[in-house]
């Protein structure tokens, strides 16, 4: 039984920041690479940031390079995504991944339920 489940998501104003988390249970966490998509109602499911299952390689869209950061902590089994200078087009559900995510793919076997991420202007 392999479960993901996010926190964090709110509502916050433009210029704002949050701290997604995302728990897992039921994989070797160590093992499996992690990230995190995000989708607005709509449109389709977009990749937004990933990172290597040691945790020393990170990859991050375009759009949120230089405000959000990816980590992990391997020994609480817990993935995170600061997001800093939250702008309203970062509105969306985002959803926590597992496995199947490098430099060159990003085609995760796991998903989380997904956690609701506002900015108002």
């Known amino acids: 039984q392999v479960q993901l489940v996010e926190s964090g998501g709110g509502l916050v104003q433009a210029g704002g920041s949050l701290r997604l988390s995302c728990a897992a249970s039921g994989l070797t966490f160590s093992s499996y690479s992690m990230g995190w998509f995000r989708q607005a109602p709509g449109k389709e499911r977009e990749f937004v940031a990933s990172?290597?299952?040691?945790?020393?390689?990170?990859y991050y869209a375009e759009s949120v390079k230089g405000r959000f950061t990816i980590s992990r902590q391997n020994a609480k089994n817990t993935m995170y995504l600061q997001m800093n200078s939250l702008k309203p087009e970062d509105t969306a559900v985002y959803y926590c991944?597992?496995?199947?995510?490098?430099?060159?793919?990003?085609?995760?076997?796991?998903w989380g339920q997904g956690t609701q991420v506002t900015v108002s202007s």
């Open positions: 991944a597992a496995g199947g995510l490098s430099s060159t793919q990003q085609n995760p076997v796991y």
């Open positions: 990172i290597s299952f040691s945790g020393t390689s990170t």
